[in-house]
């Protein structure tokens, strides 16, 4: 199957205006993540290019947003 509904989730208003660009997203929030309460928890969350900045207490909590039988995807940058 595909995807459903697809959230987006950014400190950065600015991130978040050119996610908005790419009509691939259904809901933003401009958010720090651990500030980031949910109504229900992901069936997977992908993180893009923020685990090298994310403390180990950010990490637990980022998987406290997922289902039990869910999956988390983090992607790191690939410096120039």
């Known amino acids: 199957g595909g995807v ?3 959230v987006g989730v950014d400190i950065s208003p600015e991130k978040i205006d050119k996610a908005r660009r790419l009509n691939l997203y ?3 929030y401009v958010a720090d993540i651990q500030d ?3 109504e229900s928890k992901f069936d997977t969350l ?3 290019e923020v ?3 994310l403390p180990a207490s950010v990490l637990a909590y980022i ?3 997922v289902k039990k039988e869910g999956s988390i995807v983090f992607s790191l940058a690939i410096p120039p």
Do not use: Q
Request: charged content about 20%.
């Open 4 to 6: 459903e509904y697809l």
């Open 26 to 28: 259904d809901k933003f």
């Open 63 to 65: 998987e406290s947003l």
């Open 46 to 48: 992908i993180a893009l």
């Open 51 to 53: 685990l090298h900045a």
């Open 36 to 38: 980031f309460n949910p």
